[in-house]
């Protein structure tokens, strides 16, 4: 079973956040960062991975999506900032 992979990315600190869910991070991370598909990312300038979970299963992580984006804001950003206070891109990462 393929794992599932939750993000969100970022134009800067506090800036707009996006939340998008993907079997291959490295790739749709690369395709945000280069502004290879149309639509909210690209119009926002979303490029800054600042933060992403691991999940055992597709299913897993589409229901994960699903809660974080019913969440306000606040509860986004402490997410983000509970592992990553300076809100630095975590592409690198997941190479």
Same mark, same amino acid.
């Given at each position: 079973?393929?794992?599932?992979?939750?993000?969100?990315?970022?134009?800067?600190?506090?800036?707009?956040?996006?939340?998008?869910?993907? $079997?291959?991070?490295?790739?749709? @991370?690369?395709?945000?960062?280069?502004?290879?598909?149309?639509?909210? $990312?690209?119009?926002?300038?979303?490029?800054? +991975?600042?933060?992403?979970?691991?999940?055992?299963?597709?299913?897993?992580?589409?229901?994960?999506?699903?809660? +974080?984006?019913?969440?306000?804001?606040?509860?986004? @950003?402490?997410?983000?900032?509970?592992?990553?206070?300076?809100?630095?891109?975590?592409?690198?990462? @997941?190479?």
């Amino acid at each position: 079973m393929k794992k599932g992979y939750v993000y969100i990315i970022t134009n800067r600190k506090n800036g707009t956040l996006y939340i998008g869910v993907t $079997s291959n991070p490295v790739k749709r @991370i690369y395709e945000h960062r280069n502004d290879s598909v149309e639509g909210f $990312s690209k119009r926002y300038g979303l490029h800054l +991975l600042v933060y992403y979970e691991v999940h055992d299963s597709m299913y897993e992580a589409i229901a994960r999506e699903k809660f +974080l984006k019913g969440k306000v804001r606040k509860y986004k @950003i402490g997410l983000i900032e509970k592992g990553n206070k300076k809100w630095r891109g975590l592409y690198n990462e @997941i190479l």
